[in-house]
């Protein structure tokens, strides 16, 4: 049998249906073997399955029907109901259009009554208030005592309103008439003016906001409204704003002051502009004069000015939230006006500054070493007399190497010359006008190159050259000029971070900006090429030293020793010396050099390096085993500088290793060896030259092969 839940299955799958129906069937399948399989079998079962899945069928369309006719009644049903809802709809639309027609012509009544009432009670309204205002104005001609309105403190805001409109009729009339009213008149006007004022201020003090706001009002129409405003803002300022750091005092005095303001005032933003004006005009210029009074200690002073005009800038941006006014720019023109005196010298105060502080602390680390700063000559016979020691040729004082101090910090320079520079840009920014602050950083940044890289580095890389010892020294040489590039180029580093971080930042939309890269580059050009000089001569002493080790501890017999010479160490005595110094001068180099420079320089000692011991294996003649010890020496001195895997350095040495090698092998092999890989780039004239030097070169006869 068939399930019939098995159709109504999202996963059902008619190959999956058919396989099992088969499966089932007894003769459908394989599983017994071929000859079981029986095609009438299954072929009923297909059929019989076929009639139940038709009988299935007519069950689901006889379900499908009735689901349609019940739908098809529903509609029906609901296609009536929105029908009759519309019909209701419209009634009541009907309805409500006739009941606003009712409302419009009942108010077009009202309006009409009203405007004929109003039309008969204001002239009656308007002749009440003249016949008595007529009254009031004969008390004043009479020079009787006047009524209770204008002496009765209770009815202060009558006498308000009434003596406002006595003075507007007595302008009106002419003073030899009506001298006596002009007079009377005035002098009350003045009295109910004084006395809503002093009202007012008795509210302030006693917190009643509603009579401070009826009195506010009552004055607004007389000619002393502007005392009643400068009256609240001295109340609201009183026992306020004494402490030193008094910014967060104004903001929060402001804030409390503006709602007070809001609910007072019929012109809020106008007060609360007068309100801060008052302030900064007062208090807050009086602090700044007070605490910028002296330039005595200019650090002090400068970075006081900075803190204060940062602190003000603060607060006027936070105070431009309440609208003061029509002018966008008030607050501004406020903080410019307490601050122009002291903006408009603050350049000429800051280089005074960044030049005083530089010069004391360049004094103070030399001091520091009891060093006395020397002046450097420059020209003619100094630079003679560096030409001549670098020749060799003593002349002139004997240079001083001071102990190996370099007179040059990075962390001197990092800790005081730069961050003092740091703070100078840091006030160029905020204390510069707009149209001023690139070129007063371009002042800032030429005054830090002046004595950083010129009195500082400068002073010492001079220092430097001419502590190099001469090239031809008659003892070890101390080299400490690449203590001085280390620290030179660690400083230029921290001065390359300031520039793009900060003086960048100030020029870099202007022309200052171009005039500033080039200043830059003028003076790394300038101390590079110094330092280029200092590392040549440095090189030169060097190797010049390792010449002198090679000519005066080599000795001819060193490469010609006896058959039953007995070797100690697998090299020459010389070539140990040799590599003993060698050592520790690369490694100074690789400490105190980075990136680049190091590969460069180090390229440039083993070309030399190499040179020095080509030209000495050169002047000696080798037997079998002095070439051996010669092969030994050269692999010795590649060890030294091997392991920076220097392309052009390794390959010069193992060509000299190479040549080396025709020193040993068997004349019958010397054509085959000296035309190998090794040797197919070297000129021929240099192969022949080297094989000159064995001891068995014309017993040999090996000169014949060339």
């Not at 003249?130 to 008390?139: D, I, R, S, V």
């Not at 012109?267 to 004069?289: A, C, T, W």
């Not at 190099?468 to 400490?480: L, V």
Request: proline share 3%; with cysteine.
């Amino acid at each position: 049998m068939i399930d019939e839940e098995q159709f109504e299955n999202d996963n059902f799958d008619v190959k999956d249906f058919i396989d099992r129906l088969t499966s089932r069937t007894f003769g459908g399948g394989i599983r017994d073997g071929p000859g079981a399989f029986d095609p009438t079998k299954l072929h009923d079962a297909f059929v019989a399955s076929i009639e139940q899945l038709k009988i299935f069928n007519e069950r689901k369309q006889n379900r499908i029907d009735k689901l349609e006719a019940i739908c098809q009644k529903e509609t029906k049903e609901h296609v009536q109901k929105v029908v009759e809802l519309q019909k209701n709809h419209q009634a009541a639309f009907s309805s409500f259009s006739e009941l606003d027609d009712r409302i419009n012509y009942v108010a077009t009544k009202v309006v009409h009554l009203g405007d004929q009432l109003e039309g008969v009670n204001i002239p009656r309204t308007r002749a009440a208030e003249a016949q008595k205002l007529m009254n009031y104005f004969e008390e004043f001609m009479s020079e009787e005592t006047l009524s209770d309105t204008f002496s009765n403190p209770a009815k202060l805001a009558e006498a308000a309103d009434e003596i406002q409109k006595l003075n507007l009729v007595v302008q009106d009339l002419p003073n030899d008439k009506f001298k006596v009213a002009h007079e009377r008149i005035a002098d009350t006007y003045n009295e109910v003016e004084n006395n809503l004022i002093r009202e007012f201020q008795r509210a302030h003090q006693a917190g009643e906001k509603t009579r401070m706001k009826e009195m506010a009002t009552l004055l607004v129409p007389f000619k002393g409204y502007s005392h009643c405003i400068n009256a609240f803002i001295e109340q609201s300022q009183k026992h306020q704003l004494y402490r030193d750091d008094i910014f967060e005092d104004i903001f929060s005095l402001c804030t409390r002051v503006y709602d007070l303001i809001k609910e007072l005032f019929s012109d809020p933003e106008k007060v609360m502009s007068k309100f801060v004006l008052n302030i900064y005009h007062g208090r807050l210029q009086e602090l700044v004069k007070s605490r910028l009074a002296s330039k005595s200690d200019l650090e002090r002073y400068l970075s006081t000015l900075y803190e204060l005009y940062l602190k003000t800038n603060k607060l006027s941006f936070t105070l431009s939230e309440y609208k003061l006014g029509s002018d966008a720019g008030f607050l501004n023109k406020l903080t410019k006006h307490i601050f122009q005196s002291y903006l408009e010298t603050y350049i000429s105060d800051e280089t005074e500054y960044l030049r005083t502080k530089c010069r004391l602390c360049l004094q103070r680390f030399y001091e520091q070493r009891n060093h006395q700063k020397k002046l450097i000559p420059t020209g003619g016979i100094h630079d003679l007399q560096a030409k001549m020691r670098d020749k060799g040729i003593a002349i002139g004082p004997t240079p001083d190497n001071y102990g190996g101090e370099i007179f040059l910090s990075k962390d001197f320079v990092a800790r005081d010359l730069l961050h003092v520079s740091k703070q100078a840009f840091k006030r160029c920014e905020v204390l510069s006008s707009h149209s001023d602050p690139a070129s007063n950083a371009i002042k800032i940044f030429n005054i830090l190159i002046e004595y950083v890289c010129i009195e500082h580095i400068n002073y010492a890389i001079e220092i430097g050259l001419q502590a190099i010892p001469p090239a031809e020294t008659k003892s070890p040489p101390q080299i400490y000029f690449f203590d001085v590039v280390h620290e030179t180029n660690h400083i230029f580093h921290l001065l390359e971070k300031q520039f793009n971080e900060q003086l960048v930042a100030l020029v870099i939309s202007t022309p200052r900006h171009s005039e500033a890269l080039q200043k830059k580059r003028e003076i790394e050009s300038f101390i590079e090429a110094k330092l280029d000089s200092g590392m040549d001569r440095s090189l030169t002493v060097i190797i010049n030293w390792i010449k002198n080790i090679l000519s005066t501890e080599q000795k001819k017999q060193d490469f010609r020793p006896d058959s039953d010479y007995l070797l100690v160490e697998p090299y020459t005595s010389t070539c140990k010396k040799v590599c003993a110094f060698v050592r520790p001068q690369i490694q100074k180099i690789c400490g105190c050099l980075d990136g680049k420079n190091v590969e460069a320089m180090l390229s440039e000692f083993g070309i030399r390096y190499h040179r020095a011991i080509y030209e000495h294996l050169l002047q000696f003649t080798y037997n079998s085993q002095g070439a051996m010890l010669a092969i030994c020496d050269v692999n010795e001195y590649r060890k030294c500088i091997s392991k920076f895997e220097l392309p052009l350095v390794s390959s010069l040495f193992a060509v000299l290793h190479a040549l080396c090698n025709l020193l040993v092998v068997k004349p019958a092999n010397m054509k085959q060896v000296a035309t190998g890989e090794q040797l197919a780039d070297v000129d021929k004239s240099v192969i022949e030259h080297f094989v000159q030097l064995r001891s068995d070169y014309k017993a040999a006869k090996i000169g014949k092969q060339f």
